[in-house]
């Protein structure tokens, strides 16, 4: 009876051995069938120098457990150990199906635990000495680490898939290209003329009231005026929907145009033309707000919204304060200025637009299921954050310095530098990595709402005021 076992013993041995060959020349072929650059190259051929070697050890340890040598025993029971936890992980992490594909390698793991429970049957058939530490060492050297994280990822796994339907991207009415301020503002790239030099610091002072020279003013409006004529136009059409492929829109002509119509309007109010200035300076908080509420750029199109309002409001604060704009002309815009405030629903759309775009590409990700890679409990830790923002957005300005004190320290927390050596032993560590390089601290986002707003109010009082003096 033993004969036959150790002959059964010896045909799995030669089958794993068989098996073993199988899987390296097949990576060798899958490197040699690969397209890759240079450095690619080093990188291919380093690791097929480190297969040649893991397999030479291999090799040599199949050829001494088939002729019963006692040194062979420890690595045996090592190899056994390290099966038995890959497959539960395969089954645990994946599914039984998985134990028949073929890229998961189950067919060796059983054939190594059936080699290693007749080793301990026939262990009393081994001969010769315990220690042959010129293949031992190597080989525990390699082997101990990879058990080690085979078992993190048995005991550790990733959480059931995350329900964050409440952060479903909304998605918006087909817009009809005429319709669209989009393409409008796309017209006017690269046909803005703008000051340089010197002439550049004077515009700068023509928009912030410091100066005033009419010739250059009626120059730079003179060169510009077909740009002026799209920017109007822009402004009366119901929203701006980026249409770029990817999603990702320019905003850099929005803001030089913008500057333009702030400019226009304060030459016209120069020359008492206090309706079409005003017309022209609610133009500017339209496109700002029409670019802030965009459904496809998020945090930037909210920002350089953001900024296009700012300069509508300044500009628009300068007239308030500076001239004397009739009454009948300055009261009706006072409830208007109210429609321009930042609500919370725009910054949730914002937070939930974030969310659904680094999800995306977390998503594109492969998916290899680690102790160093849950995309599981990455989404849940972003759709965490972002219910918080969410969150915080909702909470009333004069209420938000302690909340944004406790957030700016959660923040720092975070997107803290974790060791090296620490990231050994820290779950989910390359999620961890890619999150603290997207993350985004909002601290200034909330403050900057808050300023815009109180902005606004400060606007419609002191609009009320001088349309209340001019009566009296």
Wanted: charged fraction near 20%; proline fraction near 3%.
């Amino acid at each position: 009876m033993s004969k036959k076992i150790c002959l059964i013993f010896r045909g799995l041995v030669i089958m794993g051995f068989f098996f073993l060959s199988f899987y390296f020349f097949r990576s060798l072929y899958e490197y040699s069938i690969s397209n890759q650059d240079l450095l690619e190259f080093v990188l291919r051929d380093s690791q097929i120098w480190i297969n040649t070697i893991f397999y030479l050890i291999s090799a040599l340890l199949f050829w001494g457990i088939f002729r019963f040598r006692r040194w062979t025993l420890p690595v045996v029971f090592l190899m056994f150990l390290g099966s038995t936890i890959a497959l539960l992980t395969i089954i645990t992490l994946y599914s039984y199906e998985s134990l028949f594909n073929p890229d998961f390698g189950a067919v060796i793991h059983v054939l190594i635990i059936t080699i290693g429970g007749l080793a301990f049957i026939l262990r009393k058939q081994f001969v010769g000495p315990v220690r042959r530490l010129f293949v031992q060492v190597p080989f525990f050297m390699v082997y101990i680490p990879l058990l080690f994280l085979a078992s993190l990822n048995l005991f550790f796994p990733d959480i059931p898939e995350v329900d964050d339907s409440d952060l479903a991207q909304l998605q918006s009415a087909p817009l009809a290209d005429k319709d669209n301020a989009y393409f409008l503002l796309e017209s006017i790239r690269g046909t803005i003329y703008s000051p340089t030099g010197d002439e550049k610091e004077r515009y700068q002072d023509f928009l912030t009231g410091v100066a005033w020279n009419k010739a250059e003013v009626d120059a730079i409006l003179k060169a510009n005026a077909e740009t002026l004529d799209i920017l109007q136009n822009a402004a009366k059409l119901s929203r701006y929907d980026c249409r770029d492929e990817e999603g990702y829109c320019t905003f850099s002509q929005h803001l030089q145009g913008v500057r333009l119509v702030s400019l226009l309007a304060l030459s016209q109010i120069k020359s008492g033309e206090y309706k079409a200035a005003l017309e022209d300076v609610f133009d500017v908080l339209d496109l700002g707000q029409m670019v802030m509420q965009n459904k496809n750029s998020g945090f930037a199109g909210y920002i350089v919204g953001f900024a296009v309002k700012n300069i509508g409001l300044t500009t628009l604060q300068q007239m308030v304060t500076k001239y004397d704009i009739p009454p009948d002309i300055l009261l009706p815009r006072i409830s208007d200025l109210e429609q321009y405030r930042i609500n919370d629903e725009i910054l949730e759309h914002v937070f939930i637009m974030e969310y659904n775009g680094q999800k995306k590409i977390l998503k594109e990700i492969p998916n290899v299921k680690s102790f160093y890679t849950q995309i599981n409990r990455a989404l849940r830790d972003m759709a965490e954050q972002t219910r918080e923002n969410i969150k915080i957005s909702h909470i009333q300005c004069k209420n938000l310095e302690p909340i944004l004190l406790e957030y700016k320290k959660k923040y720092m927390e975070y997107t803290a530098e974790i060791p090296i050596w620490k990231l050994i032993f820290t779950r989910n560590a390359v999620f961890r990595i890619i999150q603290k390089g997207a993350s985004v601290d909002y601290t200034k986002l909330y403050t900057k709402r808050c300023q815009q707003n109180a902005l606004i109010d400060d606007i419609r009082h002191e609009m009320a005021s001088r349309a209340i003096q001019s009566r009296e």
